[in-house]
Structures are given as C-alpha cells and as structure tokens.
C-alpha cells in the first residue's frame, strides 16, 4: 500500500466519525502536529529532487521527516513520564517508607513479604533482614497465643481486627503496639494480609499511671470515709461504754470479794475494757490518735522490747537482728513504736505457719532515693525529708497474693485463720502519725518484708525522767457541776461522783449549766463538762462559765481523741481533759489535777 492509499478517505471526518478510538485520535492528532513541522522543513528538501527520484520519493521523505519528528515528540512525552514517575517514587516514600507507623505485607502463613522504614525501626532491624522472617519472631512469648487467636479470626472472618501485644526490639525492653490489619490479594491472586501498626507504649504507661491514681483516689476516700464513720463510733460507743464500765465498777463495789457474782463483774469489765480499746485503735489506724514525741534511738527501743517479744512467741520461732550500736534517731512516741514493732513482729510470725520460722529485724538509715514507690503506704505519701530510719522486719511465710496487698492495712482485713485484722491496720495508723511511711515487698511463697520509714530526727536523745510522785487532790467534799446530755452517762456519773463524796448539781446542756452555776457559783468546786451537745457545745460552756468565775476549774470530756479536741485556738482552756470511756482511777486523776491546776492559778 503506497503512502496515497493510507490517508484516511476524504469522505471519511475523523473528529466525528464514532468508530475512530481515542487512541487513533492522539495519533492523528500527533501526526497533524507532525505534518505542520515538517511542511515549515520542506524548503529545507534538495533542490534537484528530479535526478534522486520522481514525486513519489518527494511524498516519501515527506512521510520520513514525519515520522522523525513523531519520535522525537514520544521521546519528549517519555521524558515528562519519566520525571513524574520519579516525583511520584519520592511521594511513595515519604507516604509509606516514612509513615509514622509500621506498615506489613505477611503472607497467609504470617511471614514478613514487605515491611516499610517505620516498621523496620520499630523492631530494630534492617528492613532487609525482615522479609521472609515470621512475625511472630517478634512478639513477646507471653503474647504469641493472642496474635494466633486474632490472626486465625482474620483469616477464618476476612473481617478486620484489632489487637495489642508487647513486641520485642532489638537491645531495648519488649514495647506495647497496637496492630490494625485485614486481608487483600497480591498480584498473582495470592491471599495477603496488611497490617498496620501503632507503638503505644506511652499511652499504655499513662493508662497504668491513671489505674494507679485510681488505686490511690480510693485508698484517700477510703480513709477519709473511715475517718467520720470511726470519730461518730468512738463519741457515741464511748459514751455508752462510759455508763456500762462506771456501773460494772460500782456493781464490784457493793459484790463481795470472792463471789461468783464479783467474778462475773470483773469478767464483763475486762470485755468492755477492751472494747473500748478497739474504738482506741480505730483511731490510731486512721492518724488521729496524737501521743507526745520525743528524741527517741530506734535501735535501743527495739533491743529493749526484744525479752518481751520473745516471750510472747512459741519457742521455736527465732528472731534474729541486726541492729546497729547507736542511733538511728527519731522523734516519736515510744509506747506507740513499741506497739507498732509488736504488731509487725507478731504479723510475721502468724504468716510462717505452725512450722518453726526466724523472724529478722534490723533497723539501718536510708535516703528518700532508697524508698521504693511500689506498694507503699499511705499511698498519697512523698519522701520530704534529708534522710529516713528504716525498720525493717522479714517473715518466712507463704508470701501476700497481689490481690491483696491493697487491703492488707484494712481494718479487721486477714488472710489469715489466726489473724486478728487490726495488728496491720494499727502499724499504718501509727507511721501515719509520725509523717512515716511503710513499704511492702513479697513473693508468694518466699515470704514478705516490711519496712518502715521514719524521718531521721537531729535531735539529742534524752534520759526519761524520774517520775515524781503526785499527792491527789481528789479529796471528797465540796459541790461538783456536772454537764452531760447524755442520759445514761450523766446518771452514773452522779452516782460515781457521790461515791467520791462530792455534792452534785447536774445540767442537760451548756445552757442549762450556766444558769445553774449562776445560782450556785460560790458552791461549785469544779466543773466536769461533755464537749459535744446540743444548743452549746462544751467550749461555749467553758467560756461562759469563766466569764462569770475566771478561776473555776473544769474537766472537758469526750469519747474523741484528746489531740483533736484541744487542737485549735481557744479563748479558755480546761485544767484536764477526760477521755471516755473512763474507769474510776481515770475519773479521780483528773478531778486530782483539776484541783491542783486550779489552786496554782487562785494562788496560795
């Protein structure tokens, strides 16, 4: 076919003609372009065409110079392909290579057929070391069953899925990842998966720092709850316990010696002497029982409770020590360290068993650095001071399960048949009255520590004082004003207070009170005065009477803790404080230094 018979037919229009494709569009199109670039060169043709050829060779290399210039306007198109390929290699790059997770192409067999940069950085390791590695080579052992469980859900569902596990990396601790993935094909029709994952190891920290301000938050509600429900205990159970020991005391009274009634007596008094004594370590487990602190060597104070530790215990239980010469030195109450100490040691030997166990004590000076943070309490502690004594005692026990570490310092809480649940309870009480802390270290079945931490005190230890006799000034005789609005308290205490000799004159209230004492104020020897009662309280009592009688002395009594109701600023003070319940001999010691009190101030 000669070039003539390729033309399209004139009557042919290629622009409207629906058979002609696209394609042969941008070919015609070209050519056209091509034709128009080559009519501007056909000057450029030899003059003496006619000795080369006849007009066919003209039309010929007409079609050579088209033909010539089509290839170089393809190669121009090649090259502007060329350069947008490239810009969109770099754009793939950045999109997946540099993505700021990890991207995975597995097989259906879970090994690595493509992995982007991230990934590759993610598992510390050459990206080219990756491919045809097993995913799972990568993941915790702990966690290798819940990749398979959720890989096999992906595999039998097709539906997406999405997990967390710990990964490991090369040279660094195992890391928390979130992993997104769902299945595709590749070229060949082959199943795939493709997965994305995310390094969530800060969320995951933030998420255990939350559960862990959780933990705390109930650990303060709880106390602070305990707080008000164990002060309205110890007004209200003290107050009836006031009534039934003075009536059990007056009752062994009027018994005979010896008596099997007398017994009985004696036997309930003792039960509500320790009742009373639960509401008292109520309030010592939650801080609010305040003793006087003094200079105190940590190590002297356990050496010296040692004999009675020791014969508390069975025989075969052995407490070994280490406790240094001299010192460390902390500013305490002695009678609550020792109490504290008991508790602990007592604790340990309940937790070794039937079996024969060593109990180790030492007591050594650590600084705020040294104080673990894990299972301490109180919980909302901090470590303020330069350095702390530490107290610690070892058990050779079974060990706390994790489950109850938590509650291990809840009141009445035990793991144990023998426990008695407030001995733990009662250490948490006293070091939170002394700005301590306690720290709790176990593995079950290799036993527990507990260590004690006391701010370390810069203090000179000093030698007790001779305890100086006091003369009682508990004489009977004279008027006494009794305020108590509680019915049953204020009867026996009458009644006590008669058998004492005094006269008694007795009000409901403050109000009451001080209109008695109006009448009466050159009759009344001392005052005794509840502090919670209704209309005025026990402190509005006391400053009206003094108005009316500066000198008068008065007894404040109360079933809350002594520190607490003298805490604060008070225009009047009492000359003694009465804590309920009280016993007979409590009763006499503080009308005793009432009197004393009030004749220093009257003078001689």
């Not at 710990?166 to 997104?180: M, N, Q, S, T």
Request: hydrophobic share 40%; proline share 6%; glycine share 8%.
């Amino acid at each position: 076919m000669t070039p003539k018979d390729a033309r399209p037919s004139p009557d042919v229009d290629p622009a409207t003609d629906p058979v002609i494709s696209p394609v042969a569009d941008s070919v015609r199109v070209l050519r056209k372009r091509a034709e128009a670039l080559a009519g501007e060169k056909d000057g450029e043709a030899p003059e003496n065409l006619d000795a080369l050829s006849p007009e066919i060779a003209r039309r010929a290399l007409h079609e050579l110079r088209v033909h010539q210039i089509e290839l170089e306007m393809q190669n121009e198109e090649l090259r502007r392909t060329q350069e947008e390929l490239e810009v969109s290699r770099a754009r793939y790059f950045d999109l997946y290579d540099l993505a700021p997770v990890g991207y995975f192409t597995l097989s259906e067999h879970g090994l690595i057929l493509e992995a982007n940069l991230t990934a590759a950085k993610l598992l510390g390791v050459a990206r080219g070391a990756l491919v045809k590695q097993p995913l799972s080579r990568f993941i915790l052992g702990e966690d290798q069953e819940t990749y398979y469980l959720y890989r096999k859900a992906l595999l039998e569902t097709g539906a997406p899925q999405a997990w967390e596990l710990r990964v490991l990396k090369k040279d660094a601790a195992p890391f928390w990842v979130r992993v997104e993935a769902t299945t595709a094909t590749d070229a060949d029709g082959a199943l795939v998966f493709r997965a994305v994952v995310s390094d969530i190891t800060e969320s995951k920290r933030a998420e255990e720092q939350r559960a862990k301000l959780e933990v705390q938050n109930r650990q303060l509600q709880k106390a602070e709850g305990l707080g008000r429900m164990a002060a309205a205990i110890a007004h209200h159970f003290n107050n009836h316990l006031t009534a039934v020991m003075g009536n059990l005391e007056l009752s062994l009274d009027d018994l005979p010696r010896g008596g099997r009634a007398a017994g009985r007596v004696a036997d309930a008094l003792r039960a509500a002497r320790d009742a009373a004594n639960v509401s008292k370590l109520m309030l010592t487990y939650l801080g609010q029982t305040q003793a006087r602190h003094e200079p105190l060597d940590l190590s002297d104070l356990c050496r010296g409770s040692l004999p009675v530790l020791r014969s508390t215990l069975p025989k075969d239980v052995v407490i070994e020590t280490d406790l240094p010469t001299a010192g460390p030195t902390v500013s305490a109450n002695a009678n609550q360290l020792r109490q504290a100490l008991t508790n602990l040691v007592t604790n340990a030997w309940e937790a070794g068993g039937d079996a024969h166990s060593a109990i180790y004590l030492s007591v050594k000076t650590v600084s705020p650095a040294d104080i673990s943070v894990s299972h301490r309490f109180p919980v909302d502690w901090f470590p303020h001071d330069h350095g702390y004594a530490c107290l610690e005692v070892v058990d050779a026990g079974s060990g706390i399960a994790d489950k109850d570490i938590e509650k291990i310092f809840d009141p009445f809480f035990s793991s144990k048949f023998t426990g008695r649940g407030l001995g733990l309870a009662v250490v948490l009480g006293i070091v939170r009255g002394h700005r301590g802390a306690v720290m709790v270290e176990t593995e079950p079945g290799w036993g527990s520590t507990f260590r004690v931490f006391l701010p370390v005190s810069d203090q000179a230890v000093l030698r007790p004082p001779e305890q100086a006799s006091q003369s009682s000034e508990c004489g009977g005789g004279g008027t006494v004003l009794l305020v108590e609005d509680e019915p049953m308290v204020r009867k026996i205490s009458e009644a006590v207070l008669r058998s004492l000799g005094f006269a008694v004159l007795v009000a409901q209230d403050g109000v009451e009170a001080v209109e008695i004492f109006r009448h009466h104020a050159h009759e009344v020897r001392f005052v005794i005065c509840d502090l919670t009662m209704p209309r005025m309280n026990g402190w509005e009592t006391l400053a009206a009477l003094r108005g009316l009688a500066p000198g008068i002395p008065v007894i404040l009594a109360s079933g809350y803790d002594e520190a607490h109701v003298m805490a604060g600023d008070h225009p009047e003070l009492p000359q003694a404080f009465l804590s309920k319940p009280y016993q007979l001999q409590g009763l006499r010691d503080a009308i005793g230094r009432a009197l004393v009190h009030g004749k220093k101030l009257s003078g001689p």
